[in-house]
């Protein structure tokens, strides 16, 4: 009888370690009622030598000295010809740091022998990995929810979209729009949810042409890479009316942000080595929400420290409507 109750009691204790094991972190306002994000984008790891360590000394440094709620990774993170390995080595310096994280895809990820299914089956299960594939057009289409500091009903949430790759139909060309069915899951998330709102995407929107024309933080040293045709997102979003920023990667010598019709759109910064284009210094965006709040705070912070362009929204902007 001993030999069954031990048994039962090592049983029960190996489910917990496995639950303790698995078990993904929430997402929750601090006692000061701040969240703070990192988004870190277009790092284009190559493990060859030389290349990408000031991409994992970034995210050590800045994840240290930030102390972030949740990492978000907004695209082409892997430009490796042995792409496995490579997200091997990402995931691994993630654990390490302990903190929760997320990712959308770019443009790029999926074209290094590894399909953008077959990088989010191994990313998935990676501990403190949030993120999830969604049901509609594309890889990686998701809410995450930030929970208030003293109960579990939602303060703010955060959405993710796949922007998807090169325009399918050819005549057209540049890049794909987000989908319809992508817009109309959008609407229907947010209608279920009434609290202040951000999102996360690789290949930023047509009307960061006309947030650039306005008041902005940050610099414009090439062309808006967007898709040539808009379906309609941005208009979702204002329709949403809980939307208040949505922060993009893919143009590595852009680092703005702005604000169009009362809604910030900006860009992470280039986080990436020697593997790729550009002449910014690498660095990563932080955004920092206010719990109960329809504010943020945002900068961009450089490997070594530095912090540049800070500034709060809305009230930074404010005086855009005195000129409407």
């Not at 370690?17 to 969240?35: D, I, M, W």
């Not at 440094?61 to 978000?72: A, G, T, Y």
């Not at 022998?113 to 299960?125: L, N, Q, T």
């Not at 912090?307 to 409407?324: A, G, I, Q, T």
Request: one cysteine or more.
């Amino acid at each position: 009888m001993k030999k069954v109750i031990c048994t039962i009691n090592l049983l029960l204790w190996l489910v917990v370690l496995v639950c303790e094991s698995v078990a993904q972190p929430h997402l929750k306002f601090n006692e000061g009622g701040r969240f703070k994000v990192v988004q870190v984008t277009d790092m284009h790891i190559n493990l060859k030598k030389g290349q990408s360590e000031v991409c994992f000394e970034l995210l050590e440094e800045v994840i240290r000295e930030e102390r972030p709620d949740l990492v978000v990774f907004t695209g082409d993170q892997v430009t490796e010809l042995n792409p496995r390995a490579t997200w091997g080595r990402l995931v691994e310096q993630m654990r390490t740091c302990g903190v929760a994280w997320t990712m959308v895809f770019g443009n790029h990820d999926h074209e290094q022998g590894m399909s953008r299914e077959e990088i989010y089956e191994m990313v998935k299960e990676a501990p403190n990995c949030l993120m999830s594939k969604g049901n509609v057009k594309g890889v990686g289409n998701y809410v995450l929810e930030i929970e208030e500091k003293q109960s579990r009903a939602t303060a703010a949430v955060l959405y993710f979209l796949d922007s998807h790759s090169n325009c399918e139909l050819k005549e057209v060309g540049g890049y794909q729009w987000v989908d319809f069915s992508q817009i109309a899951w959008l609407r229907e998330q947010s209608a279920r949810r009434e609290c202040p709102s951000l999102l996360f995407m690789h290949i930023p929107l047509p009307e960061y042409n006309y947030a650039w024309n306005g008041k902005t933080f940050g610099v414009r040293l090439e062309e808006i890479c967007c898709p040539r045709l808009n379906s309609g997102l941005f208009t979702a979003l204002k329709e949403s009316g809980q939307v208040m920023g949505v922060f993009a990667g893919h143009d590595h010598e852009n680092d703005f942000i702005g604000v169009y019709y009362d809604i910030a759109l900006g860009y992470g910064r280039v986080s990436a080595g020697k593997n790729a284009y550009g002449c910014l210094e690498p660095g990563v965006r932080v955004i920092e929400l206010t719990e109960g709040k329809r504010e943020f705070e945002t900068y961009v912070r450089l490997k070594g420290g530095e912090v540049k362009n800070r500034c709060k929204y809305p009230v930074d902007f404010e005086d855009l409507k005195k000129l409407k």
